[in-house]
């Protein structure tokens, strides 16, 4: 599994046989300007919240990949749906099983509304799971026991993908915490630098994970990471 961070909270997640994107705020993101938007390939595109710097650009990726599916949660779905577009519709605890594996809607302590003001329901992160590897989304959040409900219903965790810039999400202190909870010592971190709150202190941040064993990856924008 391929995972490029595009910036923010966004992701492009290659597998054997599909290609996801995450979260898309790329047009919004001026750390992102070298991203190609338009040349993003996808055939599913994971939602976690309604918040616009997670969906800012999904109608322009559709627009390029007619035939992607939106996954999220029901009112996501129902929203984009009023405007034509196609989607997988999952609540807090499912999972939906797919061509590729499975994609599970897990909890997330945080908000959720789309700008334009409209109830977005309730956040989440994702679980997806191919045949081979597993990883964890988590999405805008804060540190929650409800983490450690991961390893007890999913396959042990490849990767997990952990909100780390502070303010409207955990930092890396609660990062570290929660990849001990979900039981992954391999953290992606995202959700950093893009406003000023959120600034994060790459140095520290790298060298707490280091002093408790952990690895944290901290890939440029337009990087990947294979696991
Ligand atoms: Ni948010
Ligand atoms: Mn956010």
Redesign the pocket.
């Known amino acids: 599994m391929e995972i490029t961070f595009l910036g923010h909270a966004s992701l492009h997640i290659k597998t054997k046989t599909h290609q996801f994107i995450v979260d898309p705020f790329i047009s919004g993101n001026p750390n992102a300007s070298h991203i190609a938007l338009e040349e993003l390939k996808a055939d599913y595109i994971l939602l976690t919240?309604a918040?616009q710097?997670?969906i800012l650009d999904v109608e322009e990726i559709v627009r390029h990949n007619p035939k992607a599916k939106l996954i999220s949660n029901y009112e996501i779905i129902q929203w984009f749906g009023a405007k034509g577009l196609e989607g997988h519709a999952l609540n807090h605890g499912g999972k939906a099983q797919l061509e590729f594996g499975t994609v599970k809607y897990v909890n997330a302590i945080?908000s959720s509304n789309f700008p334009d003001g409209t109830y977005g329901g309730n956040p989440g992160g994702f679980v997806v799971t191919t045949e081979d590897k597993t990883v964890y989304i988590a999405g805008?959040t804060a540190l929650t026991f409800d983490m450690k409900l991961i390893p007890l219903t999913s396959p042990k965790l490849d990767l997990a993908i952990l909100p780390i810039g502070d303010n409207?999400t955990m930092g890396y202190e609660d990062a570290a915490i929660a990849s001990d909870f979900v039981e992954c010592d391999t953290v992606l971190g995202y959700h950093y630098d893009t406003f000023p709150p959120i600034t994060l202190n790459k140095e520290l941040a790298l060298s707490h994970f280091k002093e408790r064993g952990k690895t944290l990856l901290l890939p440029k924008i337009g990087e990947h990471v294979t696991i």
């Open positions: 919240h918040h710097d997670h945080h805008d409207f």
